[in-house]
């Protein structure tokens, strides 16, 4: 089993629809959790961290559920610029050793 | 702050020959990480360090691959030699020692192994 596991979609959905991706982790004892966008023939770039109690920055929510190791974002009135992959991110091992899955795939068509 | 420098941005080389890729992390960054990314097997972590040590290299595929930290501003992935299936995007990564710990990527280097 992957240490992270995401739906790979991908996701064509049109402009202004609410999307939501899912992430499930295996190992209990992780305790960072992230979001990522990576543009294609880019870099990886911080989307946003995800709490415990589930934070929103803007059109983008998280969401943890511990207990079923479960990771949620949820973004709403998607934009075209929004089309990216998310990559779901935690941690493993050491505090700083972070395991990528392997990438929802989003399009926003216009 | 520049971030993390890669170098070169794209490598096209012949098999058999010797690679190397360069990396200078984000200056007061104490980790450095070097993945490799393809569309087959996604992000991988090949190696780690902590303060110029490495901590972790099990992800190094093979004897072939081997990395340095000589000092707090710079390391290098080396190959050799070469084969087509190290094609694939190198990145480097670096984040603070103490707390926060999501990471910041270089732009990448592009290997092309023909």
């Known amino acids: 089993r992957k240490e992270v596991e995401q739906d790979p979609g991908p996701f064509n959905v049109p402009e202004g629809a609410t999307v939501a991706f899912n992430c499930t982790y295996s190992?209990?004892?992780?305790?960072?959790f992230f979001w990522y966008r990576q543009d294609c023939r880019k870099e990886p770039k911080l989307l946003m961290s995800?709490?415990?109690s589930g934070n929103e920055d803007g059109r983008f929510t998280a969401q943890l559920n511990r207990a079923s190791q479960y990771i949620s974002l949820l973004i709403r009135d998607s934009k075209l610029s929004d089309s990216a992959t998310y990559l779901c991110?935690?941690?493993?091992?050491?505090?700083?050793?972070?395991?990528f899955g392997s990438g929802t795939q989003l399009t926003v068509l216009p | 702050d520049a971030g993390v420098i890669q170098s070169p941005r794209h490598e096209v080389t012949e098999m058999g020959q010797e690679v190397t890729l360069r990396c200078k992390p984000i200056?007061?960054?104490?980790?450095l990480f070097w993945y490799r990314q393809t569309m087959m097997r996604g992000l991988e972590l090949l190696i780690y360090?902590?303060?110029?040590?490495?901590?972790?290299d099990s992800g190094m595929p093979e004897d072939r691959f081997s990395a340095k930290m000589p000092n707090a501003s710079f390391s290098t992935l080396k190959i050799q030699p070469s084969e087509p299936r190290d094609s694939a995007v190198y990145f480097c990564?670096?984040?603070?020692?103490?707390?926060?710990?999501?990471?910041?990527f270089g732009s990448g280097t592009r290997l092309t192994v023909v």
């Open positions: 990564a670096s984040t603070p020692l103490e707390g926060g710990s999501s990471y910041t």
């Open positions: 190992n209990s004892a992780s305790q960072s």
């Open positions: 995800v709490y415990s």
């Open positions: 991110v935690v941690n493993s091992g050491s505090a700083r050793q972070l395991t």
């Open positions: 200056s007061g960054h104490n980790s």
């Open positions: 360090f902590n303060n110029n040590v490495p901590i972790d």
